[in-house]
């Protein structure tokens, strides 16, 4: 699936308004300019007449080589004519050019019949935005993620937290690499150990890497459902579609939410349908296996846990460190 659709509607605009401005700055500069040196407007008059004569003596025919060749040096003459006078004037040779944001790909977005950097750069940097993760949690990535935080000790576990951490930190990278081979995730453990905030690492690299993400709080998510539901919410509808069909959905923090009959059928719904669909999935939560069973049936968790990679968190809260 990749980016959203929103995503991309919102770069295409972005890409074709930052052309229409470069071509728009342009022409003013080629109008200023000529207006100051006026023995550059005969010079660009046969400079653009060339374009013509070439096709027009295509098509006539006769001795087209010949043609052609004195057409190309009227052109380099003219064009290096335009140049010193430019220069003489204290300009510089390009002034009169298109100044695009990107000389690679011209803002068209490719170059070459491939996707230009500036373009999947524009696409990450709209996805992480539409995210909507705020302040708080929008610095979370692996380059910030800290180690230290964990006791070294074993304490009861046959590992130390410290060296827990690390697995748990490089089923995450690799998981983000490549969304669609790996299994999906629940992250379980107790509060402040790091669990949204490797999942919000897990979702920025995933974008990185061309994947379309949806991320929400438990909370959130049944939120959305409800919206559709009962008060017919169109966007609210947009957004079940992305909840269903995105390469890699996160539900932060499960169990947190008021639990009633239809988020739990809601719940089951949607990782039925990503699991049957193949799509993947990372939850996060505080719960044990038997508290979540408490909450929403055995068959949903048996559901849930049969598919999933279970990465234990352990150590003392991280929060305020």
Known sequence: ??????????????????????????????????????????????????????????????????????????????????????????????????????????????????????????????????????????????????????????????????????????????????????????????TGLGKTFLAVSIAKEALKNGYGVVFYTAQNLFRTFERQQFNKDMEAEDEINEIINCDLLIIDDLGTEFITQFTVSCLYNVINTRILSGKKFIITTNMTTEELEDKYSNRIVSRILGECTLNEFYGSDNRGK
């Open 1 to 190: 699936m990749g980016y959203k659709k929103s995503v991309y509607t919102v770069v295409n605009d972005e890409f074709r308004r930052r052309k229409e401005k470069s071509v728009s700055e342009k022409s003013k500069r080629e109008q200023e300019i000529l207006m100051h040196i006026p023995e550059l407007k005969e010079i660009c008059d046969v400079i653009k007449s060339t374009g013509t004569e070439l096709v027009r003596t295509v098509i006539d025919g006769g001795d087209v080589e010949i043609m052609i060749e004195e057409i190309k040096t009227k052109h380099i003459t003219k064009m290096e004519e335009k140049k010193r006078l430019l220069i003489a004037h204290g300009l510089k040779e390009d002034e009169m050019e298109v100044k695009y944001t990107c000389a690679l790909c011209e803002d068209e977005g490719y170059a070459d019949g491939k996707i230009c950097k500036c373009y999947k750069k524009a696409l990450y940097n709209e996805a992480f935005a539409q995210m909507n993760f705020g302040a708080k949690i929008s610095s979370h990535s692996f380059e910030n993620f800290r180690f230290d935080f964990y006791s070294e000790e074993n304490d009861g576990i046959g590992v130390s937290p410290y060296e827990r951490m690390k697995t748990v930190y490089d089923v995450a990278k690799k998981f983000a690499r490549n969304v669609e081979k790996k299994s999906n995730i629940v992250m379980r453990g107790p």
